[in-house]
């Protein structure tokens, strides 16, 4: 890959070690040729680090052979940097307070040219919400490029609903070649036919705090976000704070009383945010047409059926059966049939839900 010297110069000061975002900032002030208050940065950023740190730090970042290493190994591992001052740089994350100076990326970079937005969730995702995100993910992704994380759960069941499209970026809380997901399978699925993005430098491990960072960068990319499950206290309602602070909408899932996953969805659509149970919800905010709900052929029983369980939410195979007054294995088949036309999901111990 071929960088301009102003790409590689962020590149390189966003390598160094012991660096905050003001100080990298700071150096490449001071290091600019064309800005003519250069020493004034200089002096602040030898300040905040001291002598010794601030001459070491301007050693490193002017060291060729240094310069020339670290591109060497970006390529060696098949990662694209784009730069703040990069021409593909995304404009909506660009306009955030804090955009990161670099996006180290794996895969389709032309996916950041598209419309963006974001699915997000909890790892503790119901199976019946889980399901509706991938169908949900699915639809958006003819449209938008999905964004989203590469936890279990929601983050995941947004990928997987977007892959077959390739429309589909996940940023990672941590650098790549990391510990930043334990889910391997999506990470590389998405890598091979959509996009990961990271601002940390390969090998810099996830922490607490950088899923808090990372979350802001999904935020910033996207016209909208969909939360499809958090708790009262949840890292999707952190990303859905920094989508109102950067006014993007906001979209939730709506749950029934009583379960937790869903309690932070409820919060935000008490607060202003959008009710979504279809894709639709989110194509009309953005003046797009969706697509009609695609008719289904079904018998009275699976009429029936499906009835029941729209009408009465997650029942079991033996509740359905008495309450219709068929057999069990009769009401077994039936489900089997409405599971795999995709109007309902096995949720766990022998108990459905209408999608």
Not at 100 to 118: D, I, Q, S
Not at 130 to 142: A, D, F, G, P, V
Not at 202 to 216: D, E, I, S, V
């Amino acid at each position: 890959m071929i960088y301009t010297k102003k790409e590689v110069d962020l590149i390189v000061a966003d390598s160094l070690n012991g660096l905050n975002y003001t100080n990298k900032k700071l150096l490449l002030a001071s290091q600019n040729a064309e800005n003519f208050d250069r020493e004034r940065y200089a002096k602040a950023l030898q300040k905040a680090l001291g002598e010794s740190a601030f001459n070491k730090t301007l050693a490193t970042f002017s060291d060729e052979t240094y310069r020339k290493k670290l591109l060497q190994e970006l390529d060696k591992r098949g990662i694209v940097c784009v730069t703040y001052k990069s021409t593909n740089y995304p404009e909506l994350l660009k306009n955030t307070p804090t955009p990161p100076l670099v996006l180290y990326a794996r895969g389709n970079l032309k996916l950041l040219e598209g419309e963006l937005f974001a699915i997000v969730g909890s790892r503790k995702t119901i199976a019946a919400a889980y399901e509706e995100c991938k169908k949900i993910s699915r639809e958006l992704s003819e449209k938008f490029v999905i964004v989203t994380g590469v936890a279990d759960g929601a983050d995941s069941a947004a990928a997987y609903g977007a892959l077959d499209s390739g429309n589909v970026v996940c940023v990672l809380p941590g650098g790549h070649d990391s510990n930043c997901s334990t889910n391997v399978k999506v990470l590389r699925e998405v890598e091979e036919k959509g996009l990961t993005i990271s601002e940390f430098p390969f090998g810099q491990p996830a922490r607490k705090y950088t899923y808090f960072l990372r979350n802001r960068i999904i935020a910033g990319l996207c016209k909208g976000v969909l939360v499809v499950s958090a708790a009262e206290k949840s890292g999707a309602l952190n990303t859905a704070s920094y989508a109102a602070d950067y006014s993007r909408e906001v979209f939730a899932f709506p749950y029934s009383p009583g379960i937790t996953s869903g309690e932070g969805c409820n919060n935000l659509i008490k607060n202003g945010a959008y009710l979504c149970d279809c894709a639709n919800d989110i194509f009309s905010v953005f003046g797009y047409e969706g697509k009609a709900e695609a008719a289904q052929s079904l018998d009275k029983d699976e009429r029936i059926v499906l009835t029941l369980l729209k009408e009465e939410g997650e029942t079991h195979l033996e509740t359905i059966a008495e309450k219709i007054g068929k057999q069990l294995f009769e009401v077994n088949a039936v489900c089997a049939m409405l599971e795999i036309k995709g109007l309902i999901v096995r949720t766990g111990g022998n108990k459905y839900s209408a999608l």
